[in-house]
């Protein structure tokens, strides 16, 4: 089966090796979608996953599940008691086997670029922009742009206007992205220029791209945003030598890891509200609440929840996680018995930080 | 006549009118209502920005497809015309106060029908002369319509309310009934119906049928080499797409692409555009592609499923020959995929396990829109569909599951719903079947069906295949074949030229540089 593993395969054999067992086909599954859930944000950092947190999110649900089947099917993966998914000695040959093949390129940083889609912004403002001026370039100024975004569309036109000379906009963009570029591989920076569309070639899809990479459209797609990724990085370190790069919007969801939802929650818990007030007041479950509560907790640096577990309780629930050696509730429940609730102790699981032995 | 010319040519920079345009805008202009019932891409737009320009005031066109809608006005402000604006969720509550604020400096403004409804913006557009009401995708009107949109019955009190301007109605596809629903709801006058004529005769229809899908997919092969392209191909399903761009691959087809709704709007957009300019040749799609795309060198278009009506079928080889070239339409039926589109039926309404399991009980309610649509996951269409009835039955409040106790309610409404359409589905359909078994000529039969003049198509070079046989079309034009339209060189270039070099002609080109084409 090896010759027939796509990157598909190899990344949830990668993040089935990271997890160890503690979580469910279904959990990583919605951590490399990219699932707007407390439980996944909260295993994103428990599992260091933040390099490969969504990154299938474009790739239909069915279609994830669909392979993870023929992983488990094969016996790659084994299921545990608690339905908790480990890698079988063949699963982790073939894992290693791939671990070159589909290297996820360093500069590849999923929560911080695609979990709010900020390379995708990036892209379609950067896109548009090469589309407009290889346009304007032949005094072409009506075409069906790339993309139709108002946002996009805005910032293309306030730069146009903001430099008003076409060729020496033409010169800056090109410098920004050459920097980048040359400092890829060939097939990095052939496919990075071979997406972009001008007005004598419109640009490929990944599916058309996906040659150089032994027909993988996924790691097509992985290799290029590893690409943009690292656009946008050096974009931000330098300003100053990279003024167009560094002008598109790309944080269009505000602070992105927190959901809409436990912002709600996390407002009328500062108003004083208790969280089964705030329950009963939006019309949610008592448990939902406390999903909102544990993902603020992690991604929420401001968010101060002393009130439901004190300092020393979380030191002594962390001591017990490390000497049981377990990110799983229910053992350590157990071996507290009913000195916390399962609130508190998912609260102490996600907020930790330090290191786990393996 | 000559002022209407004159207009054309100066405003719009065309030089003749295409069919039908001309009768739209001049009943229009005499003050009758209008139906139009034309084809996509035959210039829709025109009918109304023309008339728009003389009658002066506002022009108000509603139209459901909100994207298409901002294309759409994108599209017109790019040809030079600024005064035009759209009103939809699409754009920010600040952009909308903008337009409202000046909206006596706009002579079109597009709304989606919600916007419409809202009573600031009905207030707003009263106080302004509105001289032309335009309904755009007017079938959505009829409940035998494939898309009934509840807030289009209320448009004509919209209309009384706007003091009556003269309305135009415009869609793509009606039966007889759906017509009648427009002209009824719209409580027209004195009107003027146009109908672009289903008979294309510049269209060879052609329908064979196979034992296999094995045998389909080698009379498909064959049948490839032989014909002119462009070409379009439709496969019926995703999965469909990519299986045949690639069965052609292999055989040797060199500019072949796929193109399904699943892809992401990015890749849809270039792989449309990689067709529209010729890089591309033949492109295998489900019916996710055609809308809004205008490409008038269309030899062939090729269906390797059963569509799912009529209106489908006719709409979609319609697509073909536009430049009025000869073309060819082939439906390639295997006796085995008989039951496969009734399954998508089926597969096409929102599945009642978990319609039952998300709507019973109080399990969504309170709960945000958008993380439901998280939680169950659903396909894309289906989740808009329920989203729709959900908001007509008023349970959605500022993005929030709002349900008042109204839960079984609702859902019994929404099942029964389902049902009645999944019905209404699946007799289109039968039509569909029995035009593809019927041994008569298809063009008298699609005419007739249309309640089109039915006329003696015998003298025809080129009819249908119960006419004359799809071999003797192919055999007879195959000598005729053009040069594929396909700028091969492109492809050639590309595999020399180093990436620097190409981002450099893109973006360091200096005015009197060579195209590096
Ligand atoms: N009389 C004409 N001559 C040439 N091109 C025309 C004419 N009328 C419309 N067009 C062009 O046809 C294309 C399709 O028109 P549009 O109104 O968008 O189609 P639809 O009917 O789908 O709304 C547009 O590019 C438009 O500019
Ligand atoms: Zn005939």
């Known amino acids: ?358 | 006549m000559n002022n209407v010319l004159q207009i054309l040519k100066k405003d719009f920079g065309f030089d003749q009118f295409r069919e039908g345009q001309l009768e739209i805008i001049q009943s229009i202009l005499s003050g009758r209502d209008v139906l139009a019932v034309l084809p996509t891409g035959s210039g829709k737009t025109l009918c109304y920005h023309l008339p728009a320009k003389i009658f002066g005031g506002l022009t108000v066109i509603v139209s459901p497809l909100v994207s298409l809608m901002e294309d759409q006005v994108t599209q017109i402000r790019a040809n030079g015309d600024k005064a035009v604006a759209h009103i939809s969720s699409l754009i920010s509550p600040n952009e909308r106060k903008e337009i409202l604020k000046n909206i006596q400096s706009y002579h079109m403004i597009f709304l989606s029908p919600e916007m419409l409804a809202l009573p600031f913006i009905k207030q707003k557009l009263i106080s302004q002369q509105v001289s032309l009401f335009v309904v755009d995708e007017a079938h959505c009107i009829s409940q035998w319509g494939h898309e009934f949109r509840t807030d289009y019955l209320r448009l004509n009190d919209v209309r009384r309310e706007l003091g009556g301007p003269p309305c135009m109605a415009l869609t793509a596809t009606a039966t007889p009934e759906v017509e009648q629903d427009i002209r009824r709801y719209l409580e027209m006058q004195n009107e003027s119906v146009y109908r672009a004529p289903v008979n294309r005769s510049n269209i060879y229809m052609a329908m064979e049928t196979v034992k296999t899908p094995r045998e389909k997919d080698a009379f498909f092969l064959d049948v490839m080499k032989k014909i002119n392209h462009p070409t379009v191909v439709y496969t019926g399903t995703r999965k469909g797409t990519v299986y045949y761009a690639n069965l052609l691959q292999k055989e040797g087809f060199l500019h072949v692409a796929f193109y399904h709704g699943g892809m992401t709007k990015e890749d849809r957009l270039l792989i449309q555009q990689q067709f529209i300019r010729d890089e591309v040749d033949v492109i295998c799609c489900t019916n996710a592609f055609g809308m809004g795309i205008n490409k008038p060198n269309i030899r062939s278009v090729i269906h390797l499923n059963l569509p799912s009506s009529i209106e489908q079928y006719v709409q979609e080889i319609g697509r073909a020959g536009r430049d009025q070239e000869q073309s060819l339409a082939l439906l390639i039926n295997s006796e085995e995929d008989r039951f496969l589109p009734i399954s998508f039926i089926e597969n096409e309404f929102p599945n009642e396990t978990w319609l039952d399991h998300m709507l019973s009980g109080e399990r969504i309610d309170g709960l945000a829109v958008e993380e439901v649509r998280q939680l169950y996951q659903i396909d894309e269409t289906q989740w808009k569909m329920l989203m729709f009835y959900l908001e007509k039955e008023n349970v959605i409040k500022k993005g929030y599951f709002d349900f008042k106790g109204r839960t079984n309610t609702v859902l019994a409404k929404i099942k029964k719903h389902f049902t009645r359409r999944q019905n209404d589905k699946i007799t289109q359909l039968n039509r569909m079947n029995n035009l593809l078994h019927s041994k008569e000529c298809i063009r008298n039969n699609i005419s007739y069906y249309f309640g089109d003049d039915v006329q003696n198509y015998s003298e025809m070079t080129w009819c249908c295949s119960a006419c004359q046989e799809f071999d003797s079309y192919v055999q007879e034009r195959k000598g005729l074949r053009k040069g594929e339209a396909i700028k091969t060189q492109i492809e050639s270039n590309s595999h020399q030229e180093s990436w620097r070099d190409r981002l450099q002609s893109m973006l360091l080109r200096r005015n009197g540089d060579k195209n590096s084409e």
């Not at chain 1, 108003?271 to 929420?300: F, P, Q, W």
């Open chain 1, 1 to 358: 089966m090896i010759n027939g593993m796509t990157s598909l395969h190899y990344i949830i054999l990668q993040t089935t090796y990271a997890i160890q067992g503690d979580r469910t086909i279904n959990g990583i599954i919605h951590i490399l979608r990219g699932k707007r859930s407390a439980q996944t944000i909260q295993d994103i950092s428990l599992f260091q996953l933040e390099q490969s947190a969504a990154i299938l999110k474009n790739e239909p649900k069915k279609y994830v599940d669909a392979k993870a089947n023929e992983l488990l099917e094969n016996g790659w993966i084994v299921e545990n008691s608690d339905r908790g998914v480990n890698l079988s000695t063949v699963g982790n040959m073939a894992r290693e086997k791939l671990l070159e093949k589909y290297n996820i390129p360093d500069t590849y940083h999923g929560l911080k670029y695609e979990w709010n889609h900020s390379s995708y912004y990036f892209w379609e403002q950067l896109s548009l922009l090469v589309q407009t001026i290889s346009y304007l370039k032949d005094k072409q100024s009506a075409f069906i742009p790339v993309s139709y975004d108002r946002i996009a569309q805005n910032k293309v036109k306030q730069l146009l206007q903001k430099y008003h000379d076409i060729d020496y906009i033409g010169d800056q963009v090109y410098q920004e992205i050459e920097r980048v570029l040359s400092n890829k591989t060939e097939k990095e920076a052939t496919l990075f220029v071979n997406r972009l569309t001008s007005n004598f070639r419109t640009g490929r899809t990944f599916d058309q791209l996906s040659s150089i990479y032994y027909g993988d459209r996924l790691y097509t797609s992985i290799v290029f945003r590893s690409t943009l990724h690292d656009m946008i990085a050096k974009a931000n370190e330098d300003r100053k030598n990279n003024p167009i790069l560094s002008y598109f919007q790309i944080d269009r969801d505000g602070t992105f890891t927190i959901t809409q939802t436990s912002t709600v929650t996390k407002k009328l818990f500062e108003e004083g509200y208790s969280l089964d007030e705030i329950a009963k007041r939006r019309n949610l479950k008592h448990s939902t609440i406390e999903d909102h509560v544990i993902e603020l907790a992690i991604h929420d640096p401001n968010f101060n929840f002393d009130s439901f577990i004190t300092g020393e309780q979380l030191q002594e629930i962390e001591k017990e996680m490390k000497r049981l050696n377990t990110r799983k509730l229910k053992p350590i429940k157990d071996e507290f018995g009913d000195k916390y609730t399962y609130f508190q102790i998912r609260l102490a699981i996600s907020s930790y930080k330090g290191e786990w032995s393996q």
